[in-house]
């Protein structure tokens, strides 16, 4: 019997479309570490990239409108947002800001245990980066919270 979940994939798998699939899955590489697993092109389009990043996929394609798959303006609003967990964010801000991403926060600590970074890649896509660096009860991260947005 097959599988339903291919072996190497989890439940939930992104796909991002791009303009400019090439040269983004380029950046993705240069800048997260991701790996390319498998492309298929056609008439010199990605139609579909499957890449690794640690434990997880994610899947890079052309943009295509004629078939409901739009890209992001890279300087407009997005709908959606990425986190990588990283071993070392400010190692991995740099990384990803020398390849080309646009600073949209720099590191810093949050109130919920994370040090967190957030980008915009060319592509229009938003990332974030998170390095667990504290263990914060539910109650306690409530607490820090409010005390954060009185102070803001």
Known sequence: MVD????????????IS??????AIDF????????VVSTLEAGGQVMHSLLRLGNSTFTVAEAMPDFGSVAPDPEGPTHASFTINVVDV?????????AGARSVLAPADQFHGDRTAT????????????????????EEVERRMLEWMASS
Not at 18 to 23: A, H, N, P, Q, R
Not at 28 to 35: L, T
Not at 119 to 138: A, T
């Open 119 to 138: 980008l915009r890649c060319p592509y229009g896509h938003r990332w974030f980066l998170s390095q667990h660096i504290e263990d914060v009860s539910n």
């Open 18 to 23: 791009v303009t400019g699939s090439v040269e």
């Open 4 to 15: 339903p979940i291919p072996a190497g994939m989890s439940t939930l798998h992104t796909n």
């Open 90 to 98: 400010d190692a991995a801000y740099a990384r990803a800001v020398a």
């Open 28 to 35: 993705y590489s240069r800048a997260f570490g991701a790996e």
